[in-house]
T-cell receptor, first 113, second 115 residues
């Protein structure tokens, strides 16, 4: 069965610094991968997704993610973090055995001035 | 276009009480989902529906029931609430192109406390 691991429960970065959030998945074939963001008190919003093709995908709000099959990873990056990026970030994989998406436990991002 | 809406936003129940959470979407999506979110556990799927009149169990279905009588609505019921059901509940929907490849659109959540 597919699974998703986000090793970092929370991360703190300074405003203007670069960001990388880690995500590892377990799946035999090419996975369908997603990153969602949840701002405080809000529902989740899609940042980006990967199905096939170019392994570097661009998303909204200046985020990008790189799919690395050899490492079973789909890490999220942003070159310069803004205070408004403080939120919880969820990596997810599509469950090809059904109609579902499996979410990781999330990484909470704190941004310090 | 309101997207996905959830009613109510907050609710406090006593153990053993029942309630229904309503999810509505105006995007004509086929698939709808109910999740619960607990600290450190991410989102866990309770039940889902792949179309009007159909429902299926997710990862944590015990203690919950659902109905999808109309395409735009997906109801989540708690027949006899327990403190372990204290959580934030999210509804989501996705288009008909294929569930696991779809972007999901989430509602704002319902915060439920069971005393």
């Amino acid at each position: 069965a597919q699974s998703v691991t986000q090793p970092d429960i929370h991360i703190t970065v300074s405003e203007g610094a670069s960001l990388e959030l880690r995500c590892n998945y377990s799946y035999g074939a090419t996975p369908y991968l997603f990153w969602y963001v949840q701002s405080p008190g809000q529902g989740l919003q899609l940042l980006l997704k990967y199905f096939s093709g170019d392994t570097l995908v661009q998303g909204i709000k200046g985020f990008e993610a790189e799919f690395k099959r050899s490492q079973s990873s789909f890490n999220l990056r942003k070159p310069s973090v803004h205070w408004s990026d403080a939120a919880e970030y969820f990596c997810a994989v599509g469950d090809t055995g059904g109609f579902k998406t499996i979410f990781g436990a999330g990484t909470r991002l704190f941004v310090k001035a | 276009n309101a997207g996905v809406t959830q009613t109510p936003k907050f609710r406090v129940l006593k153990t053993g009480q029942s309630m229904t959470l309503l999810c509505a979407q105006d995007m004509n999506h086929e698939y709808m989902y109910w999740y619960r979110q607990d600290p450190g556990m991410g989102l866990r799927l309770i039940h889902y529906s792949v179309g009007e009149g159909t429902t299926a169990k997710g990862e944590v279905p015990d203690g919950y029931n659902v109905s999808r009588l109309k395409k735009q609505n997906f109801l989540l019921g708690l027949e006899s609430a327990a403190p372990s059901q204290t959580s934030v509940y999210f509804c989501a929907s996705s288009p008909s192109s294929g569930g696991y490849t779809d972007t999901q659109y989430f509602g704002p959540g319902t915060r439920l406390t069971v005393l």
